[in-house]
């Protein structure tokens, strides 16, 4: 995203945004799966890092710089800590109250699509500092407060709605965490 003052530039790089009345599959997947609890698979390595930001969290920051008017890049990822594919769906599982036991398998073994999950060639734009943006205004909302509120949501807004960009993956994930006989539509039922 950018926006232009005459020959100045705000440019704000976000990291994968995340967060409630978000119909993508990316934390809502992990949301969904840890809630379940068991085991879960987790394509490669658990210390894969991961930098969401909670869209809530982008809209302020963009809201202030633009009432600043203040040119400059600015990285908006979070979470406040930095954390790893494998605390993220922790933090997913102590949310829905559930435990959850992660077993590694290579990637190759599991759908391409299943989201969050990164080659590790790229786990460093898993790694930009958010300082710049912070000290311009951008909030933390801590991971925890942030999965709370999409597991809420997600619930709330009932089963049956999924992201047609999800992917197969996504579907087959929703699928199987519900039991035999949820309907998902009216006349649709597993």
């Known amino acids: ?16 945004v995340v967060g409630p ?5 990316g934390l809502t997947y992990w949301v969904r799966r840890a809630a379940r609890g068991g085991r879960v698979a987790l394509p490669g390595r658990p210390e894969q ?12 920051l963009v809201v202030q710089l633009l009432v600043d008017d203040r040119p400059c890049a600015f990285h908006a990822v979070g979470p406040a800590e930095p954390t790893t594919i494998a605390d993220l769906i ?20 599991v759908p391409r699509s299943l989201p969050l999950i990164r080659p590790e060639s ?21 991971l925890a407060v942030t999965v709370a509120d999409v597991l809420t949501w997600d ?8 992201s047609r960009r999800g992917g197969k993956a996504a579907l087959w994930g929703l699928i199987a965490s519900m039991g035999k006989g949820t ?8």
Not at 155 to 162: P, Q
Not at 183 to 190: A, K, M, T, Y
């Open 21 to 25: 009345y978000d119909v993508q599959a």
């Open 155 to 162: 619930r709330a807004r009932g089963a049956w709605l999924v």
């Open 183 to 190: 309907q998902l539509h009216p006349g649709l039922r597993v």
């Open 122 to 142: 790229t786990w460093s734009t898993q790694r930009r500092s958010p300082a710049r943006a912070r000290a311009a205004g951008m909030p933390a909302t801590p």
């Open 49 to 60: 890092p991961v930098q969401v930001i909670d869209s809530r969290d982008l809209a302020r």
């Open 90 to 109: 922790h933090t997913c599982a102590r949310a829905a109250g559930s435990k959850v036991d992660l077993v590694p398998v290579p990637a190759e073994r």
């Open 1 to 16: 995203m950018s926006a232009r003052y005459g020959s100045r530039a705000t440019i704000v790089r976000p990291g994968k």
